[in-house]
């Protein structure tokens, strides 16, 4: 696993020299191996192997905690002698099971190895598509999202983690795909009211709608007063 994510994060592909911006792009990793199913069964041998080795571990407990009570119900009718060997043999016990449990669990231990051994074929997969992607799209650098390498934001309109997906053919149809196109409406734009007894500046009242009578308007008059 860590072996891609480096890989996936360091891509870097030719590109022409004298190119003005080079593009870039990332991945999730871990989504798309999620999607593979030879992901999938090299986890399920993971799974047999690992349920294996701690039923052995678990066994072994048992009989160190057979040990720990034998001793302790006959510690009183033991010689100083008999006492320090079955001591002896309960510290090997313990010192053998943690041995044993490095050897399965620890680090780079059989499970790191299997894990490496069976990820393998479906990481060189997913580098392999990668690098496809990388020159179809023309990418200089490909991410990888779920690497070492700590991501604060990703612009989805960066994202190629699909169009990896289509080169291992586990593409879904509903991604990378055109919108459907809507239907088109037309708004007819909204009429003015006309009031009937307005006037215009000219002193001519603006045309009622149709089917209104319009009402004739007052003009001022004004009126001399007579001495």
């Known amino acids: 696993m860590k072996n891609i994510r480096g890989l996936l994060a360091l891509l870097l592909l030719t590109v022409a020299s004298g190119a003005q911006a080079q593009k870039f792009g990332w991945v999730d990793s871990e989504f798309i191996m999620a999607k ?10 993971l799974n ?34 008999m006492k320090k060997k079955r001591q ?15 050897k399965q669990f620890g680090y780079e231990g059989q499970l790191f190895k ?11 997969k997913v580098f392999e598509a990668c690098e496809k992607v990388a020159k179809k799209k023309q990418l200089a650098v490909i991410f990888d999202k779920s690497g070492d390498l700590t991501m604060l934001y990703t612009n989805p309109a960066h994202d190629y983690t699909e169009f990896v997906l289509e080169e291992l053919g586990l593409g879904a149809e509903d991604r990378n795909q055109p919108g459907p196109k809507g239907v088109v409406k037309t708004v007819a734009p909204p009429k003015t009211p006309v009031d009937a007894n307005f006037e215009t500046d000219s002193g001519t009242p603006e045309p009622a709608p149709a089917g209104k009578p319009v009402r004739p308007t007052k003009k001022n008059s004004t009126k001399k007063s007579l001495k």
């Open 88 to 102: 002896d043999e309960i510290l090997q016990k313990e010192q053998d099971i943690k041995a044993y449990q490095n």
């Open 48 to 81: 047999t192997f690992s349920d294996t080795w701690q039923k052995e571990i678990e066994a072994q407990k048992k009989d160190l905690e057979k040990l720990y009570r034998n001793y302790a119900a006959e510690e009183v009718v033991l010689t100083e002698p």
């Open 114 to 124: 299997k894990r490496q051994e069976l990820n393998k074929p479906v990481q060189d």
């Open 36 to 45: 593979m199913p030879e992901y999938a069964k090299a986890q399920v041998e």
